[in-house]
């Protein structure tokens, strides 16, 4: 026997032996997401020679400017997942409405899936790292036609969740709820390979990352945590910190699924009508739960990410997720309420890198 890595196909063929009664619509559906990853991969690699730099000039239900490969991906996942029978609803951040099978088709899949068909769009223009997300829910059992109230759903239930990261190779990053396991594509092949099993964030770190430009409009616990950090060897951490933002939280994820470290994209008073950034959804969900299925902890600053019962099918939430005790410390200055006894740090004084213009 040759001793080379198994394949997604075989790696899910496996987990399948543990369900005796599984009729194979969960491995169909993750892999035609693998399948649907796989394509946009080759269109990204192709970068500005497949015509899809630039702007696609339309607005998505969040308001945001549409990339054009931010449509083509979504179709793609349309496309790619709406014909197998195994899904009855998919929830995408480009739609204002679900897809949802129709009635004649009721009693065909299982499951719901929600995705990210791009994630960080803003890199694609400046041939930086993107990827997609996804998160597969059970469907409502009984074969009753499908409403957007299925989706909302806690992150705990999701029965399997992931991303692929277009980077300097892909890789498809998977837990079915056993783990988190890394598969990269071998291009020659066509197929990913499992080559991170079993990823394992570290408990503590010294990186952090988040968008500095925001620390205006930071609450108080926040701003602690980063003051701390900053203070280095000198502050009560007595460590100094390194700082990574890669605005592309597929890969900043990926960084810290390899190598610890806390991403924050926390609540803050830049927006007073959004209560954070990201979405609960098909973003926060399944990367918190491929975080804390690799040892690591996603939480919403204040509660554990995967506990937060949804209100919308796009819903914002505050996101901080990472090495275990970095995002407890964090979790803790919430409980501690500093607002009320916040010290009058140097670096968010009056003449502080990070002052507070509110
Ligand atoms: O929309 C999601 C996203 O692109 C994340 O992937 C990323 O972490 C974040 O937004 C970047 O936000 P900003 O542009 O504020 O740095």
Redesign the pocket.
Known sequence: MLNQPITLTQYLIEERRRFPLASGSFNSVVLAVALACKALSRKVAYGVLAGLHGQAGSVNVQG?SQYKLDVLANEQFLQGLQWGGNVRGMLS?EMEDPWLAKDTDVAAGDYLLAF?PL?????IDVNLSV?SIFSVLRAPEGGRSIRVEDFLQPGARQVAAGYALYGPSTMFVLTVGRGTHGFTLNPELGEFLLTHPDLRVPEESQEFAI?A??SRFWEPPIRRYVEECLAGRNGVREKDFNMR????????AHRILTRGGV?M?PRDTKDPAQSG???LLY?CNPIGLLIEQAGGRASSGEAPILQIAPSGPHQRIGFVFGSKQEVERIERYHRERVDEVEPDTPLFNRRGLFRSMG
């Open positions: 945001e951040e990210d994630d960080g769009s803003s890199n990827g968008n430009s925001n933002w890669i605005a592309s939280m597929v890969a900043d991403f994209y950034r990201l979405r973003e």
